[in-house]
């Protein structure tokens, strides 16, 4: 475990790092199910805090075993074992989220204990690579202690704090001193202690295809709408739903990838963070436009408390909040700033607000998501007949 080159030629994702990405898809599913649930109760603030809160605790969970992977990845048999049990962790930490999302509109305390839990299942396995690394790549030992300190730090606050059974509202404000030392431990390592040797292709693949998981809850969430539509056979009802959630998701794939990630870090490496933490909002809001598609799905069987402009709400502000935090993330990581993104931006905020006023009128639900499901593609377009000048302008700039 001596650290991979960092420009190691056709570096790609491994089966491994696959098979461990499907334990985020019951993850993410878990939670975009508990959101979509607490917003067809009208919990919506109560449903929004705890899929926050869930959205950090799973994509950091991925976030430090990816960028570990990325340096350290031996894949010999005691990884492979180490990588297994850190699945186990990441599918206990999934197994608390109802009880969390439970307890923040009803209890008096904040039940995150099984989620804890599966995290001392995960730390204790990643301390355990960071050990081996510090062992053999002993060049990076005070990275790789920070890494760990970090970590043991961070843990026994959360196990505190879990045990502590603290009003809710005073154990989140609490739970922003762990949370500080978690998103400060690796830029101390990297910046100040030489870093490890991750690879910047690599790690772009990967955080792509964890932002295909993520898309995944979309189309998840479109066949729970379909399947509440389809008691009456094939009707142009459900051609429309499945047509706007297909468009939807799509849409957004192609934006996310019409970015060149992998060039920008490469060239770029001091803006791994920005890059790295940027992503955790993007995956948050592309997870919670599938839990907003499966409100949708509630709303057809006559099983949600909200009303027809709340139901395409739950669609239209996590795929407003995905676009504009894209344009935003653009602009940091490549440091430029496109005018013409202001007019796509524009005409992006018009095709979210047609389809509202729409269903304020008494459009029905599924013109009301077909018409939103074209917000993506005023990007989509914008780039394919322009934007993709901006590109080429930032790759060049990145030469220099």
Known sequence: MLGRDPHEEHRAA????????????????????????????DHVVDGIIGFAFATFGISWAWINFTWFASAYDTDDWL????????MVGVLVLALGLPAMFKSIHDGDTLDNDVMVWGYVVMRVAMLFQWWRATRQDTGRRTAHGTYALSIVLSQVLWCALAVADLPVRTTFVLLLIPLLIEVSGPVVAERRHGGTPWHAHHIAERYGLMVIIALGEGLIGTMASLTALSEDGLTLDVALLAAAGTAVTFG????????????????????????????????????????????AAYYLEDHSHLSLVQTVLTVA?????????LYVFYAVVSRSLDPFHLLLIGGTVVALAVPVVMAANGVDVTWSLLVLSFAPWVTVLGYELHGYRHNAEVLAALQD
């Open 79 to 86: 990884y492979r074992l180490t990588t297994m049990l850190q």
């Open 317 to 325: 502000v996590p795929l407003g909040l995905y676009l504009l935090a």
């Open 252 to 295: 957004m794939w192609w934006t996310y990838f019409s970015i060149p990630h992998g060039e920008i870090l490469h060239a770029r490496r001091d803006r791994s963070f920005g890059w790295g933490y940027g992503h955790m909002p993007l995956l948050g809001a592309i997870v919670a436009v599938g839990a907003g598609l499966h409100a």
């Open 14 to 41: 491994t089966t491994l790092e696959l098979l461990f990405d499907l334990t985020f898809v019951v993850a993410f599913g878990t939670a975009a199910y508990e959101l979509s649930h607490a917003l067809v109760e």
